[in-house]
């Protein structure tokens, strides 16, 4: 399946339980392989950012831990 990343803009951030994480801000990219490093958010003012990698306001979420992308982001919290 092709998915353009456009279409990605500010698309939800959902754990696999349901939780809100946040909307998607940008994605880290390896420019020498193209491949998706990080999903950069913006997360929910509710959200505990503890367990996350913070740079500045956003947090990041390794690509790894993507599960779905559909109407939603799907991740796996326990691989962050």
């Not at 990605?8 to 696999?16: A, R, V």
Request: no cysteine.
């Amino acid at each position: 399946m092709i998915i353009f990343a456009k279409s990605l803009s500010n698309k939800e951030i959902i754990s696999q339980d349901g939780r809100m994480i946040g909307h998607l801000y940008n994605l880290t990219v390896d420019s020498d392989t193209g491949d998706i490093i990080d999903l950069v958010v913006q997360p929910n003012k509710t959200l505990n950012t503890k367990k996350y990698r913070v740079d500045g306001d956003l947090i990041l979420i390794p690509f790894k831990a993507v599960k779905s992308i559909k109407e939603y982001i799907i991740v796996d919290t326990m691989l962050v």
